[in-house]
């Protein structure tokens, strides 16, 4: 959840090169060269170097899977990149191929199909056989196969070993879908999602932003916005705040609701286990409504019955939505909820990284408001019990601020206001509030 987090400047790595030019070109003196002599040496080496050239680079083609390189990407800079995938370009030559390629810098959300041209192929660096070598670190019970490890890493599978991610990674490698048309926005995909073998030849897929229902072309979303009658998520609207209404859809109730909106999501959350049995959940759906209808923004899911006091399974939101506070206001309504049950909440782990970001400056921001208002001392019960936030979540957090000491057998709080005004400035601002008093919600078991 959040923005694309893309680095502003990356430039480890990275080199900005001259487009490639061919031998000839970039002689244009005189043929007698300086003074009259002549240059026999030099007319004779640049085109022996540059058919050499041509023929080395040839020698290389088509690349393959597993090939390290230099790529230019979209800041005008080259990037070290890994081959994922390539495929052959349609009317090209036998050896004219795209290569589906990972920024080895940045995360999988920024995997993408590129032209041979972006390519510096005198960067190309030998292919090494990863099966060999995964072989070779499983036997070192090192530092270094841990650091290993951790280069490998993907932010949100913290709970899958190292074949079951490479299992993951193999089946997700390549997005499937480039794009879609949500409403007025056409977004850029993130990553891989199952939809039925019938789109698998779909680049763009379009979407009805009220129902859900995709479809393959564009005159197909036009003749459906036709009958579609829904003009809000098929629900119970449980909040509305000025242009901000929030819907509680069963999955149950709204199956193939459910289902879309858990497709939708999976492109654009890796750590995503997409649920075909969405009857166990509900989803809160945040729209921004105006004359035409209520238009999604976000939402968040949860467990009907969570034996582990999960109080959200997955949260988004939507791309063109990001940066407006809309995440935190998400993580915000979910606790409200909680309090509205008389439990106290934690969201489902693995979090994805931007999720995990999100409810540390949550978490950071609601507990120390309350320890610099708080006169006197404070148990980390009472503030769970204040907070609906779970003793564990509190006790992490206030031991990564470094606020929290062991003394004499029991955890004591040391909340000093100038340091407490520092974290809380480094967590900047708590996002869009939720007014509880516009809340009107009965809890799912007073439901049924």
């Not at 936030?389 to 004499?408: F, H, M, N, P, S």
């Amino acid at each position: 959840m959040g923005s694309i987090d893309t680095p502003k400047n990356p430039e480890n790595g990275s080199r900005t090169l001259p487009p490639a030019t061919d031998a000839y070109a970039t002689y244009d003196g005189d043929k007698n060269g300086i003074d009259g002599m002549p240059t026999r040496a030099t007319e004779m080496t640049l085109p022996v170097e540059s058919e050499a050239i041509k023929k080395r680079r040839a020698s290389m083609l088509p690349l393959e899977v597993g090939t390290r390189v230099l790529c230019r990407w979209r800041d005008c800079k080259y990037h070290p990149v890994k081959v994922i995938e390539r495929r052959k370009v349609q009317f090209g030559g036998s050896n004219e191929y795209e290569y589906y390629v990972h920024y080895t810098e940045f995360n999988r959300r920024l995997d993408e199909w590129v032209k041979l041209e972006q390519l510096d192929l005198d960067s190309v660096e030998t292919v090494v056989d990863e099966k060999v070598e995964d072989k070779v670190t499983s036997l070192k019970m090192t530092r270094h196969q841990k650091r290993k490890i951790d280069e490998t890493h993907v932010e949100g599978h913290e709970e899958l070993d190292a074949a079951s991610l490479r299992e993951h990674e193999e089946f997700t490698k390549v997005k499937n879908i480039a794009t879609i048309e949500l409403g007025r926005y056409e977004i850029e995909t993130w990553y891989f999602s199952p939809f039925p073998p019938e789109y698998n030849d779909c680049l763009r897929l379009y979407f009805c932003e009220f129902c859900l229902n995709f479809m393959k072309r564009k005159e197909q979303l036009q003749r459906h916005m036709k009958k579609c009658d829904l003009k809000h998520p098929p629900g119970d609207e449980i909040y509305r705040s000025g242009t901000l209404s929030m819907f509680e859809v069963d999955g149950k109730k709204n199956k193939v609701y459910g289902q879309n909106l858990c497709y939708l999501a999976k492109l654009f959350l890796d750590h995503k286990t997409l649920y075909y049995d969405v009857d166990l959940f509900l989803f809160y759906i945040l729209c921004e409504c105006d004359d035409r209808g209520c238009h999604m923004v976000g939402y968040f899911s949860k467990e009907k019955h969570s034996e582990e006091s999960y109080n959200l399974a997955c949260i988004l939101t939507l791309p063109p939505y990001q940066r407006k506070g809309y995440g935190k206001f998400l993580i915000a309504f979910s606790y409200e909820l909680s309090k509205k049950e008389s439990k106290v909440g934690t969201p489902e782990r693995p979090l994805s990284d931007l999720g995990l970001l999100s409810y540390r400056g949550y978490w950071t921001r609601v507990l120390l408001d309350i320890l610099k208002r708080h006169k006197g001392n404070i148990s980390i019960k009472e503030l769970s019990d204040m907070t609906a936030i779970k003793a564990e979540d509190i006790l992490t957090t206030l031991q990564t601020l470094e606020l929290i000491q062991y003394r004499k057998g029991q955890h004591v709080i040391c909340a000093d206001p100038k340091v407490l005004d520092r974290h809380l400035k480094a967590a900047g601002r708590g996002g869009l509030e939720v007014d509880v008093s516009k809340l009107i919600w009965t809890p799912y078991k007073e439901q049924g």
